[in-house]
């Protein structure tokens, strides 16, 4: 069957498996890279790492255009409530925990960065997301510095991982060489990067060090590109 993993450039990807679309923080209208427009995507399942602007996005209006389940962690997942997203389609996890979907489970990870609501409120913990699905692992590590513990993430065979090397918000190239010898993936993935000036990086180089230094191979994507599992 087959996993389809598009990138919509930043922290924005789409993933089609088991006949189900998860959009996973879709900043679609104000991103600079995005390759499509929020009102032109469909999604059964919405992943939300955190509650800034750059990931939070068209959340709000894509889930209510067309009745996605939104996991985000409890805080953002209140937040939506207020919003305006029916109670009923709202996961509200924290670090560690997950929730078993007709696509797979989802666990929501932990990440060593800052959450806030675009108008200032509280937005809990942020994470990333461990979906392990009918025929693929996959590690979106979102916004987060490098952690020891990306070993645990890595002790069971992961085909891809998702990394941010923009640097400044998150953790940047060199740093995720060694998050990849700790995750050990078949493939790696870079984003959060060139969205704009102050997260510029060459990812032909980082690609290279990735061949050089650690087992996975890169794949490096224009916004717009899939990765087939
Ligand atoms: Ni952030
Ligand atoms: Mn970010």
Redesign the pocket.
């Known amino acids: 069957m087959g996993t389809n993993v598009t990138w919509l450039g930043h922290n924005a990807w789409s993933i089609e498996t088991s006949g189900k679309t998860l959009l996973l923080d879709p900043f679609l209208n104000d991103s600079p890279t995005a390759p499509v427009k929020a009102d032109a995507v469909t999604a059964d399942y919405i992943l939300l790492?955190?509650g800034?602007g750059?990931?939070l996005g068209d959340t709000v209006d894509i889930a209510k255009r067309t009745g996605a389940v939104v996991l985000t962690n409890f805080e953002v997942s209140q937040w939506l409530g207020k919003k305006g997203v029916p109670a009923e389609k709202l996961i509200g996890l924290n670090p560690g925990g997950g929730s078993k979907q007709p696509f797979g489970h989802a666990k929501f990870t932990i990440a060593h960065?800052?959450?806030s609501m675009p108008d200032g409120s509280y937005g809990g913990v942020?994470g990333g997301f461990l979906l392990t699905l009918e025929d693929a692992r996959i590690y979106f590590a979102?916004?987060t510095a490098l952690f020891l513990d990306m070993k645990l993430i890595g002790a069971s065979p992961l085909d891809l991982a998702v990394l941010p090397i923009g640097d400044m918000?998150?953790m940047g190239p060199e740093d995720s060489i060694d998050a990849i010898k700790l995750l050990n993936p078949k493939r790696v993935a870079p984003c959060h990067y060139n969205t704009w000036p102050p997260i510029a990086q060459d990812a032909a180089a980082w690609a290279a060090t990735v061949q050089s230094h650690t087992a996975a191979t890169p794949v490096v994507l224009e916004p717009g590109g899939v990765i087939n599992l």
């Open positions: 790492s955190h800034h750059d990931h960065h800052s959450s942020p979102c916004d918000f998150t």
